[in-house]
T-cell receptor, first 115, second 111 residues
Framework: NAGVMQNPRHLVRRRGQEARLRCSPM?????VYWYRQLPEEGLKFMVY????????ESGMPKERFSAEFPKEGPSILRIQQVVRGDSAAYFC?????????????FGSGTRLTVV | TQLLEQSPQFLSIQEGENLTVYCNSS?????LQWYRQEPGEGPVLLVT?????EVKKLKRLTFQFGDARKDSSLHITAAQPGDTGLYLC???????????FGDGTTLTVKP
C-alpha cells in the first residue's frame, strides 16, 4: 500500500530548460495538492486538482507554471523556462475528500535546483 | 499576507527539557493540523484538532486548539533528540480544499 510517490527526488536543470515533476497519489485518493517550500520556510500552496480538473490554482504563478491530473497516470507539475528563483522543494499531497480538514499525506518531494 | 504565525522560529534545547511552540492567526479555521518534517523528507501529519478548546495527547506531545479556533499550541515534555525537526501548523477551512501553512518552528534537541 504505497504512499504518495513523487519523482524524481532530485532534479537539476539549467536556466531556460523545462522541469517536469510527477506525483502519484495514494490508492483511492482523487484529490492532489502541490506545495512549494523554500529553505527554512513553510509550505506555500500552488494548485489543487482532481482527476481532469483544476479546482484551485490561486497559488500558481501566472506564467511558466502549469499542472494537470489526467484520467490515467500521475499528476504533473510543469515549469517552463526555469529560472534560479524556481529552485525549491516541491511537495505533492493527496486526500480522499475535497476538504483538508483531516490533513494530508505528503510525498517525499522533488528538490529542483536551477543552475 | 501570512495567515498563520508560528513562534518561536528556532528553538534549541537540551534533552529532557520541556517546550511549547505556538501557532497564531487572526482567522478562524474549521480544523488545524500539526506536522513534523525531517530534512529531505515531506511533512508527516501528527494530529488534527477540530473543536475549540480541544486537547489531544500523543505520548509526550500535547496539542491544544484555542477556544475561538484561531490558535494552537504544541507542548513537548522531556524532549528527546529524536524530536528534532521542523514543526508546521496548518489551518483548514471547510470547502476550501487547500490548507494554509505557517513558516514552522525548527526544533533542535541536544543530547
Amino acid at each position: 500500500n504505497a504512499g504518495v510517490m513523487q519523482n524524481p527526488r532530485h532534479l537539476v536543470r539549467r536556466r531556460g530548460q523545462e522541469a517536469r515533476l510527477r506525483c502519484s497519489p495514494m490508492k483511492g485518493h482523487s484529490h492532489v495538492y502541490w506545495y512549494r517550500q523554500l529553505p527554512e520556510e513553510g509550505l506555500k500552496f500552488m494548485v489543487y486538482l482532481q482527476k481532469e480538473n483544476i479546482i484551485d490554482e490561486s497559488g500558481m504563478p501566472k506564467e511558466r507554471f502549469s499542472a494537470e491530473f489526467p484520467k490515467e497516470g500521475p499528476s504533473i507539475l510543469r515549469i517552463q523556462q526555469v529560472v534560479r528563483g524556481d529552485s525549491a522543494a516541491y511537495f505533492c499531497a493527496s486526500s480522499q475528500t475535497d476538504t483538508s480538514n483531516y490533513g494530508y499525506t505528503f510525498g517525499s518531494g522533488t528538490r529542483l535546483t536551477v543552475v | 499576507t501570512q495567515l498563520l504565525e508560528q513562534s518561536p522560529q528556532f528553538l534549541s534545547i537540551q534533552e529532557g527539557e520541556n517546550l511549547t511552540v505556538y501557532c497564531n492567526s487572526s482567522s478562524v479555521f474549521s480544523s488545524l493540523q500539526w506536522y513534523r518534517q525531517e530534512p529531505g523528507e515531506g511533512p508527516v501529519l501528527l494530529v488534527t484538532v477540530v473543536t475549540g478548546g480541544e486537547v489531544k495527547k500523543l505520548k509526550r506531545l500535547t496539542f491544544q486548539f484555542g477556544d475561538a479556533r484561531k490558535d494552537s499550541s504544541l507542548h513537548i515534555t522531556a524532549a528527546q533528540p529524536g524530536d528534532t525537526g521542523l514543526y508546521l501548523c496548518a489551518g483548514a477551512k471547510t470547502n476550501a480544499g487547500k490548507s494554509t501553512f505557517g513558516d514552522g518552528t525548527t526544533l533542535t534537541v541536544k543530547p
